[in-house]
């Protein structure tokens, strides 16, 4: 089975501009979340979604928002970006069902540098 | 705020057992302990998860104390490619937000 896969990989944008990111979860996933990393902060939870509705957020601004479609792919956008936006921003997907919450499977990550 | 706490980093002779602990001190009954680990520059990778038993596989064991309030994960034999940072965390239930503390950095030692 193919892993969470990320695109792009790679990218560098200018401030003020937006950015989105895509996200291709394990085959059969249902749930996708997002987060950001950054050496000062670490690990930050940004969204989940499931069936196509956000389950859950984090504490970021409303720049950064995402949606999932009816395959499970999901994206996210930053607006506005901000020299503090460049980050890892990374992709997890599980699968969802009876017993513990999911185990998340991560992406590569799309690395993203904000000048 | 991260529901864990974990020592910064540590240090492990290769081939040696590496045992990361975990405190959770205020982890509710139907929250699972989960551990995952970092490799520079990739994205996490799932290790083990428990609820009250002891946990192992073909990664790791999860020693979970009787209270539940901390574990330990112990990598059995570990070697240079077990170099990263391992995190430890507690959910309970598909709306907890998943919160990520600082992690463990583990040094295997030659």
């Known amino acids: 089975k193919a892993g969470v896969t990320q695109t792009p990989r790679y990218l560098i944008k200018t401030r003020g501009q937006q950015v989105t990111l895509s996200c291709s979860p394990i085959s059969g996933h249902r749930s996708v979340s997002w987060y950001q990393q950054t050496p000062g902060q670490g690990l930050q939870f940004l969204f989940e979604?499931?069936?196509?509705?956000?389950?859950n957020k984090g504490n970021f601004p409303g720049r950064f928002s995402g949606r999932q479609f009816s395959n499970s792919r999901s994206e996210m956008n930053v607006s506005t970006l901000e020299l503090g936006d460049s980050a890892l921003y990374l992709c997890?997907?599980?699968?969802?069902?009876?017993?513990?919450?999911?185990?998340?499977?991560f992406g590569p990550g799309t690395r993203l540098l904000v000048l | 705020d991260a529901k864990t706490t974990q020592p910064p980093s540590m240090d492990c002779a290769e081939g040696r057992a590496a045992n990361l602990p975990c405190n959770h001190s205020t982890i509710s009954g139907n929250e699972y302990v989960y551990w995952y680990r970092q490799i520079h520059s990739q994205g996490p990778q799932y290790i083990i998860h428990?609820?009250?038993n002891n946990e192992t596989n073909e990664m790791a064991s999860l020693i979970i104390t009787e209270d539940r309030k901390s574990s330990t994960l112990i990598l059995p034999h570990a070697t240079l490619r077990d170099t990263a940072v391992y995190y430890c965390i507690v959910r309970g239930d598909r709306d907890d937000k998943i919160i990520f503390g600082k992690g463990t950095r583990l040094h295997i030692l030659p």
């Open positions: 997890a997907s599980s699968l969802e069902g009876g017993g513990p919450p999911g185990t998340q499977y």
């Open positions: 979604y499931f069936s196509e509705t956000q389950r």
């Open positions: 428990g609820l009250k």
